[in-house]
């Protein structure tokens, strides 16, 4: 009897603890989320009253934040030939506590130099990016049947809820399809387990590491915030690490028929300069940057192409003039489409997917005008800041993709937006995610006429590190008559 009252009280203590741990864990989420949408916002407002240079702080981090593009121009300029985008502490606490090898984010000097020397071929350059078009392609017409079968089983038979979540998986499929060669199942009707698993790691590994940048270190052992953001990234490399080791088998049995190998992941493995741990740590992370970063643009575009028919009619027939009715629009097209282009540019100002970035300058002090800066002071890149500045761009808040067309424009800085980054350390997916969003983009506006949610639900963009909607987009998607 006496045994037992005692589980129960001990039942009772291990669920009150639980309960309020919870607690404590939704506490914290919201005052972050208010943290991260205040220091969204404090870009902009920061600007306004301090200029083009503030302080400020997060977490541990004293940073200086850079709001001006003139002042950006003279602080990149003086890049040497590693950059540093910050310490990225805590994503190498990871790999050295897993004996992991670091990626393309977390390397530095001399290292990530040759690395990138390596990853950077057959990707970084437009015509390189071309040799995964059709790959591309393949996945698109995925997204396709998919799109259409979501918004059939809608009971108006046109709307698709949470278009963000359907584009994530085509963005995962595209970006897995490049790296590994292999199709992953995300776009089919339910997404694989083990997919799934992967989907979630990302998203946890995102949100245990805020708590972790915040939280002293002490914290690490009677909170379980850390131990679930190194879990979270074990599963990512694990499921890197089994599609490249299937991969592997593949490519042995094809020397072996002598038959000839090509393909990104399959150009790694046979490059002879990366090991193969360096491969799996180079892969999570570019299976990592090349998912959220792609999706979420595509939603901000047709979030605002359905809320500006006239800016959607003048691409559908910049489409129609340029791509016959009856096939799909292709690589080769996307010259000739520039209010296509023009389209992801502002959806790219407006919403940089990386709202802030970072730059250490670890060799050398940094003068900027009449101020010193010693190195090692991490600056912060406030772009969303200054893609939203009036002096560069009108109406700042305005979705005008003219301002990027030939003779329509109004001049503006060349650093004030740069969604991509700059200089050597610049984003390494910058071609294929601009092919990927391109090419998805024209088949869905060539298919459908793209429409608001009828509830007139209003979206706007919060940082989640990098930038998302505040609440899921739903859209109508009116198929177009006569479209192939
Ligand atoms: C809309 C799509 C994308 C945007 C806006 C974007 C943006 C960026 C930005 C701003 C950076 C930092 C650059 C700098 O510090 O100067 C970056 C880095 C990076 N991106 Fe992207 N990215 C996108 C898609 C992709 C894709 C599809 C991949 C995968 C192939 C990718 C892989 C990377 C990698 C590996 C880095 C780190 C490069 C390094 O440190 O050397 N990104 N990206």
New binding site residues.
């Given amino acids: 009897m006496e045994m037992e009252m005692e589980m129960e009280m001990e039942m009772e203590m291990e669920m009150e603890m639980e309960m309020e741990m919870m607690e404590m864990e939704m506490e914290m989420e919201m005052e972050m989320e208010m943290e991260m949408e205040m220091e969204m916002d404090g870009g902009v407002i920061s600007r306004r009253l301090y200029g083009p240079i503030w302080k400020s702080t997060f977490g541990h981090y004293r940073n200086i934040n850079i709001g001006s593009p003139v002042v950006l121009e003279q602080l990149l300029r003086q890049e040497g030939k590693y950059?540093m985008?910050s310490d990225m502490a805590l994503w190498k606490e990871h790999r050295d506590t897993r004996r992991l090898p670091y990626?393309?984010?977390t390397?530095e000097g001399e290292r990530?130099y040759r690395l990138?020397q390596v990853?950077n071929k057959r990707?970084l350059k437009p015509s390189e990016a071309l040799l995964y078009a059709d790959a591309i392609g393949e996945v698109v017409s995925d997204l396709m049947v998919r799109l259409r079968e979501e918004r059939s089983r809608s009971p108006s038979g046109v709307l698709v809820g949470d278009v963000a979540n359907l584009l994530y998986r085509f963005?995962l499929e595209g970006?897995s399809y490049?790296?590994f060669e292999t199709r992953i199942g995300c776009l089919k009707q339910q997404v694989p387990a083990e997919t799934q698993r992967f989907i979630d790691s990302i998203n946890l590994m995102f949100k245990n590491s805020i708590f972790a940048t915040v939280l002293p270190r002490w914290s690490r052992k009677v909170l379980p915030f850390w131990d679930r953001y190194l879990d979270s990234w074990d599963t990512i490399f694990a499921f890197g690490k089994t599609l490249i080791d299937r991969k592997m088998k593949e490519l042995e049995g094809q020397v072996e028929r002598g038959t000839e190998v090509s393909g990104y992941l399959s150009y790694l493995l046979a490059s002879g300069t990366l090991s193969l741990d360096e491969v799996y740590g180079s892969v999570a992370?570019?299976?990592l940057?090349?998912?959220d970063?792609?999706s979420?643009?595509l939603s901000w575009a047709l979030y605002h192409l359905s809320r500006d028919p006239e800016i959607q009619e003048t691409l559908y027939q910049e489409l129609k003039a340029v791509v016959p009715a009856d096939r799909f629009p292709a690589a080769e097209d996307i010259p000739k489409l520039p209010m296509l282009r023009a389209i992801i540019k502002e959806t790219?100002r407006v919403y940089?997917?990386?709202p802030t970035?970072?730059?250490v300058f670890y060799e050398k002090d940094i003068v900027i005008g009449d101020y010193l800066f010693p190195k090692n002071t991490l600056f912060v890149l406030a772009?969303y800041a200054m893609s939203h500045d009036e002096t560069y761009f009108p109406e700042p808040e305005r979705f005008l993709p003219q301002r990027w067309l030939r003779g329509h424009g109004s001049p503006h800085h060349p650093f004030s937006s740069?969604?991509?980054?700059?200089?050597v350390?610049?984003?390494?997916?910058?071609r294929?995610?601009?092919l990927?969003?391109h090419l998805a983009l024209a088949r869905m506006i060539q298919a459908f006429e793209v429409r608001p949610d009828p509830r007139g639900v209003e979206v706007t963009s919060v940082s989640r590190i990098v930038l998302v909607a505040d609440k899921p987009i739903n859209l109508e998607f009116i198929a177009r008559p006569g479209a192939p």
């Fill in positions: 950059p985008r990626g393309p984010f390397e990530w990138r990853l990707l963005a970006i490049i790296l992370e570019l299976l940057a090349g998912v970063t792609t979420n643009t790219l940089p997917v990386v970035n970072a730059r772009h740069i969604p991509f980054g700059y200089g350390r610049a984003c390494v997916g910058r294929i995610a601009e990927e969003m």
